[in-house]
Each structure stands twice: as structure tokens, then as C-alpha cells.
């Protein structure tokens, strides 16, 4: 199947002309052909051309744009949402409870999966087809004119090693410190596919291998990128994804170092009030990179993204799918003023107000996680690097108008940590890579494990299916 095409489709307010790749992973019988499209040697023959793919991929990892492969609406919200919903609800150990009507996210929450489940199918679609756009754009890069070229270059290397780290960690057993990480992990792609043949069938890699991958990515991402890029990537977001890689892994040293980069040159700052952390029109001091959206370019359709799920307010969000539970807010301090945040719904049931605006930019990586990591993985490895842990944690208790801790140990740590960073996606990996069990589930058990998608098995001979599956 010849898969020459390039969608053409319409940047949120700028109205700059964004080109999407095809998606890679596709057959025939799924195969849907663009309205508009244009051959790959016209879209990728010009500097102005190639960058306009590359501002495409953003709206890939938002799941802004595209169309699920049956034609049911887009599919596959990445950082739009899924991603985020995929970690808390999976993780869930008593703190939230689901309450909606979709059946897809409702197997996350209960740990019962198919291999036909859709969202593992879309998202998995969703990541490669943002990864195999950035592969075309890094074969293409030398028709970038300079200083653009290497600013593009890092910006699609973050793309790719984003993805791959996002995809390793919801389809693949957890990365072990101790281990080899010979275990299954996903297809490693870094080249361009315009057609679908049998030299697409890209077999699993192995976790240490899809992990390899992702650290020299974003390692070659920060060395290239600028410092400053508006609402894209910048070697500042390179340096913190890659402090987030290293500890998953239990690299400590790296980690405290990579968030130390980013803390000091950076020139970012936590905002004053932590509520103004989220549901902003534009990114605020704190967000090192978010998912920009507005009113009309949102994450999600009308049954998805972060606003849908989370919020339940008059005009904003469904029937409550996610309830707060007091499992989670009774570990607040009552003058913890992160408490501010949340809200007693239209249903009677309490919500968290990080996503409770619709059109608002979703924030991926904040200072607060950066100086949350430092101080971890300082405590970790015994190392002081940029300053000490109970410094680190006494700023951010100090934005929660909490008082100083005297001295801090690592349970202080991860206190903070669960408090500052709910609802973000964060809680299963820190689950897994901690080796902490969710509701009497194993850290690395396979329930914990999304299936690699039943309609990739169907059309790659190569791709085999994690247990339980």
C-alpha cells in the first residue's frame, strides 16, 4: 500500500497551513485517504515546508487533530489527555474512583484490558505517526535553512524520543535498575515511511534498548535546541524530560543533574499562587512545555480530553467520570493550599480543578516537578547538586503555605511529590519505578501492562503480544 500523502490541515489561530504524515502503522483495509493531499517530494522540498511539518507533530502529541482509523473521530489524545488518564486510573489506589459511561477508560481504571481495547490502539497509532512525522522531517532537515536547521533537528529528536519513552512505559514492563531490561518493549523507528511494506515490520526492542534510544534522542535534542522557542520545545524541555527518563530508571546522578539544568538556566519560575499553575490561556513562568490550545484547537473532541474527564461545572465537562476520593485529600495538611484546587461538583462530588476550563493549555512538564526530581534523586544518590533535598521541598511546601521542615526524609519526598504533581499522569510510573504495589497489583505485573494492539499484530508478523493478552 503506497502511503505518499501528506494531510494538510489548519493551525489553531495562527492559521498557519500544518502538514500531517499519514499515519504509519495502517493496511489497507483501514486505509482512509486524505481530502487534501500532497506528494512528499512537494511538501518536504523547502525549508518553509519542512518546518510547517514539524509545528504538525505538536498537534499529534496534543491529540488535537486526526481521525481514529475506523472514521469514529480523533482518536488518541496523547498529552491531550490520555496519557494523563492512562497513569492515574490505572494507578488508582483508592484515591479517585471512575464514574463515566465509556467502557474503554472504564478497563483502564479496573485493570482488564483487551487487546482490542481502542484507546490502546489509537494512542499507540497516535505516538508512532507523531514519531514517523519527526523522521521525516530529521531526513529532510538539510533543506532547513540555518539558524532554523539545528533548532528543528532538536525539536524533532524530542518528538521522537518523547514518544518512545511515553510508548515504553504503557506498553512494556517496567524498567528495572537492577536489570538487564531484556524484556519486550516497543518498535524502535527512526526511519522515514512514506509506504507500508514488508521492511515496516519492525519487531519489538528490548526496554534497555527503546531506553537507549530515548536518552541519546533528547540528549542530542538539548545540545541543538535554543533556549527560548515560544510555545515549543527548547533544550530546557529536552534537559527535564530527560531528568524524568533518568528516574525511571533509577539514574539518580543524571537525573539530579538534568533537573539542575533546567533549575539554573532555565529562568523559569513556580508561580505565586499555585492554582495559577493551571487552566491558562497561554504558558505561565512555571510551564517548562504544555500542550497549547484555545477555544477552538482543543485536546479531545466533545467525549474527550483532560476538561471532559476531570471537571464537572456547569457548561464544562460530562456527568463527573472522576470522583476525589478521602483517601487522597485527607493526606493534605488543612492549611495546604494546594486544597484550594478542589471542588465540590455539579453532581455533589468533589473534582480537582487542574483541568476544569476548556481551550486552556495542558502543562506537560512545570518547574515544581524539576525541583521535586532534584531533591529526590539528591537524596537518593546522597549528593547535593544545586542545593540540598530539604531545600528543594521547603520551596515547594512554602508556595503550599506550609511550614519549613526541620530535616526531610525520602517518604517527606515522596509526600510532596504525590501531593504537587495529582492528577498529572505521574502516579503508576512512580508506582513501577519505586516497586510499590497498586491495590495488592504487583508493580510489574501484567496487568499493569497496556497490550500492544490487537490490529498491529493483524498486520506485522514481527510484533508479539505481552502476557495476559
Request: net charge negative.
Amino acid at each position: 500500500m503506497t502511503m505518499k500523502t501528506i494531510n494538510n490541515i489548519t493551525k489553531k489561530a495562527a492559521g498557519v497551513a500544518v502538514i500531517l504524515l499519514a499515519s504509519f502503522a495502517c493496511d489497507s483495509k483501514l486505509d482512509i485517504q486524505p481530502q487534501q493531499s500532497i506528494s512528499t517530494e512537494v511538501a518536504l522540498n523547502t525549508s518553509e515546508n519542512v518546518i510547517n511539518v514539524l509545528i504538525g507533530t505538536y498537534s499529534e502529541m496534543g491529540g488535537q487533530f486526526g481521525t481514529a482509523s475506523d472514521g469514529r473521530g480523533e482518536g488518541g489524545e496523547l498529552y491531550g489527555g490520555d496519557l494523563n488518564l492512562f497513569s492515574e486510573l490505572m494507578g488508582s489506589d483508592g484515591e479517585i474512583t471512575w464514574n463515566g459511561s465509556f467502557d474503554t477508560y472504564e478497563d483502564v481504571f479496573d485493570r482488564d484490558l483487551i487487546a482490542n481495547n481502542l484507546l490502546a490502539r489509537d494512542n499507540w497509532m497516535r505516538a508512532y505517526n507523531a514519531i514517523n512525522i519527526a523522521n521525516n522531517v530529521i531526513a529532510n532537515i538539510d533543506v532547513v535553512d540555518q539558524p532554523l536547521k539545528d533548532q528543528a533537528l532538536g525539536e524533532a529528536l524530542f518528538i521522537r524520543g518523547t514518544m518512545l519513552f511515553e510508548l515504553v512505559r504503557v506498553y512494556a514492563l517496567p524498567f528495572e535498575a537492577a536489570g538487564a531490561n531484556g524484556q519486550a518493549g516497543v518498535p524502535i523507528v527512526t526511519t522515514a515511511t512514506d509506504a507500508i511494506d514488508e521492511t515496516a515490520e519492525i519487531p519489538r526492542a528490548t526496554v534497555a534498548q527503546v531506553y537507549s534510544q530515548v536518552i541519546a534522542d533528547l540528549t542530542e535534542a538539548e545540545s541543538l535546541m535554543n533556549s527560548r522557542n515560544g510555545a515549543f520545545a527548547n533544550r530546557h524541555a529536552a534537559a527535564a524530560m530527560l531528568s524524568r527518563v533518568y528516574l525511571q530508571q533509577g539514574d539518580y546522578t543524571n537525573a539530579a543533574n538534568a533537573a539542575n539544568r533546567v533549575i539554573t538556566d532555565g529562568g523559569y519560575n513556580l508561580v505565586v499562587d499555585y492554582s495559577n499553575a493551571f487552566n491558562n490561556a497561554a504558558n505561565s513562568v512555571e510551564d517548562i512545555f504544555a500542550v497549547q490550545q484555545n477555544t477552538t484547537f482543543n485536546a479531545g473532541t466533545s467525549n474527550s480530553g483532560l476538561p471532559t474527564f476531570y471537571a464537572n461545572l456547569v457548561g464544562v465537562g460530562r456527568d463527573g467520570d472522576i470522583d476525589i476520593l478521602p483517601a487522597h485529600l485527607d493526606m493534605y495538611d488543612p492549611a495546604d493550599a494546594r486544597l484550594e484546587l478542589f471542588y465540590i461538583g455539579i453532581d455533589g462530588l468533589p473534582k480537582t480543578g487542574k483541568w476544569s476550563a476548556d481551550g486552556t493549555n495542558i502543562p506537560v512538564i512545570r518547574l515544581a516537578e524539576m525541583y521535586l526530581n532534584r531533591a529526590e534523586a539528591n537524596f537518593r544518590a546522597g549528593t547535593t547538586v544545586g542545593t540540598t533535598p530539604l531545600e528543594d521541598i521547603n520551596l515547594i511546601r512554602m508556595r503550599a503555605v506550609l511550614p519549613a521542615l526541620g530535616a526531610v526524609t525520602i517518604d517527606d519526598i515522596m509526600k510532596e511529590r504525590r501531593l504537587e504533581l495529582a492528577f498529572e499522569g505521574f502516579r503508576l510510573h512512580d508506582l513501577k519505578r519505586t516497586q510499590q504495589s497498586v491495590s495488592g497489583v504487583a508493580y510489574n505485573a501484567d496487568d499493569l501492562v497496556f497490550p500492544i494492539p490487537q490490529r498491529e499484530i493483524d498486520v506485522n508478523a514481527n510484533l508479539t503480544q505481552n502476557p495476559g493478552y
